[in-house]
């Protein structure tokens, strides 16, 4: 099993930017596709971007151009870099890995491995 701890959320202002992390332990983030997810209270969680093995990378239409999912395998960290935040953008983010039986561009389905998450507020 992996564990996975976020960090580096926080409050912004519009037009701001912010570098989420998520650091890994138990097993190597190269093994899994991994990724990051929002969710705002009453609404379902939502995928941001995702990262492969190969490190190919996808993201959501809402945050294309603005945000950048990287990873150091030797620090086995994943970052996600936020760049010209929005108020929608406010949302609690987690860290993921292996979710949909390892479809890195799958929705949540309660599989996979997760972080408790870290808040982002964009005003």
């Known amino acids: 099993h992996v564990q996975l701890v976020e960090s580096g959320g926080g409050s912004v202002q519009v037009g701001g930017s912010l570098r989420l992390s998520c650091v890994a332990s138990?097993?190597?983030?190269?093994?899994?596709?991994m990724g990051w997810f929002r969710q705002i209270p009453d609404k379902e969680r939502e995928g941001v971007a995702g990262?492969?093995?190969?490190?190919?990378?996808s993201y959501a239409d809402s945050v294309k151009g603005r945000f950048t999912i990287s990873q150091d395998n030797a620090k086995n960290t994943v970052y996600l870099q936020m760049n010209s935040l929005k108020p929608e953008d406010t949302a609690m983010y987690y860290c993921?890995?292996?979710?949909?039986?390892?479809?890195?561009?799958?929705?949540?389905?309660?599989?996979?491995?997760w972080g408790k998450g870290t808040q982002v507020t964009v005003s």
């Open positions: 993921a890995a292996d979710w949909a039986g390892g479809n890195c561009v799958g929705p949540y389905d309660g599989r996979g491995y």
């Open positions: 138990g097993d190597t983030i190269s093994r899994y596709c």
């Open positions: 990262i492969e093995s190969d490190e190919s990378t």
